[in-house]
C-alpha cells in the first residue's frame, strides 16, 4: 500500500512539475535545441525531464524568465519560436557559433533586460526593432559579423547601460539618438567602419564611465563637451583619423573630471571586449 501511494505522489508530483512551464515556452525551448544541435551542447538538455532543471534555463513563478548558455557549444541558427518566450528577461548564448541573422521575433519579447550574444558568427544589419525592447539594460553583441548602420532606435532604450557592439563591421556615422540614453555607464563601439564625427551630444551621457571608439574611421575634432563626462573613467579613441588628442581638451581641475587615459594598443584591442 506504502508504494502504491508513493508511485501516485510521484506522478502527480511529476505532472505538476511539468505543468509549471506552458508548452508553447517549452516548444520554443526544444526549437532553440534542435536548431543548435542540442545533442552535441557541452552540457545537453533531457528534454523528456522537467524544464525548470534545464541546463542554463530559468523559471520562476512558472515562467521561462532566464536562458544561458554561455560557451557551451551551440551550432546553428536563432529558431523564430524563440519569440515565445514572452517572459524572457535575461539571454546569454555567448562564446558559441550561432550563425545567421537575428530572428525578428526576438524583438517581441518586451521583458528582455539583458541580450548577451557576443562571440558568435551572427550577421546582417542590427535590425531597428530593437528599439522595441523598452527594459533593455545590457545590450552585448561583439564580436559578430554585423553590418551597416547602427539603428537611430537604439535611442530608444532609454534603461539602457551597457551597449557594446564592437569588433563587428558597422559602417556610417555614430546616431546622435545615443544622446538620449541617459542612463548609460558603457558604450564601446570598437574595432567596425564607422565614419564621421564623434557627436558632441555624447557628452551628454553624464553617467558614462568607459567610452571606447577606437579602431574605427572616425574624424574631426574630439568634441569638448566630453569634459561633461564627470564619471568617465576610461576612454579609447586611438585608431582613428581625429585632428587632436585626449590631452588637448581635458582640462585638470580636481574635482570636475577625472580620467584614466588608456591608448588602445594591439593587445587592449584583443582584450577590451573579453
Known sequence: MKTLKLTLICIFTSIFVNANVSQI???????????????????????????????????????????????NNL??????????????????????????????SLFNLKELK???LFVNSFEGNIPSEIGQLEKLEVLELFSNTFSGAIPASIGNLKNLKVLVLGSNFLTGNIPTEIATLSKLEVLSLIDNKLDGQIPTEIGSLVNLKELVLGSNALTGNLPRELTNLINLETIIV?????????????????????????????????????
Do not use: C
Request: glycine content about 8%.
Open 25 to 71: 515556452e517549452k516548444d520554443a525551448l526544444v526549437a532553440l535545441y534542435n536548431t543548435t544541435q542540442g545533442s552535441q551542447w557541452n552540457t545537453t538538455w533531457d528534454l523528456n525531464a522537467p524544464v525548470s532543471t534545464w541546463y542554463g534555463v530559468t523559471v520562476k513563478n512558472d515562467k521561462v524568465v532566464g536562458v544561458n548558455l554561455f560557451r
Open 75 to 104: 551550432k546553428g541558427n536563432l529558431p523564430q519560436e524563440i519569440g515565445n518566450l514572452q517572459y524572457l528577461q535575461n539571454i546569454n548564448l555567448g562564446f558559441n557559433k550561432i550563425e545567421g541573422t537575428l530572428p525578428k
Open 114 to 116: 539583458s541580450v548577451q
Open 238 to 274: 586611438s585608431g582613428n583619423q581625429l585632428n587632436n588628442d585626449i590631452a588637448s581638451i581635458v582640462k585638470s581641475k580636481p574635482g570636475e573630471i577625472q580620467m584614466k587615459l588608456h591608448f588602445a594598443t594591439d593587445t587592449a584591442l584583443a582584450t577590451e571586449e573579453d
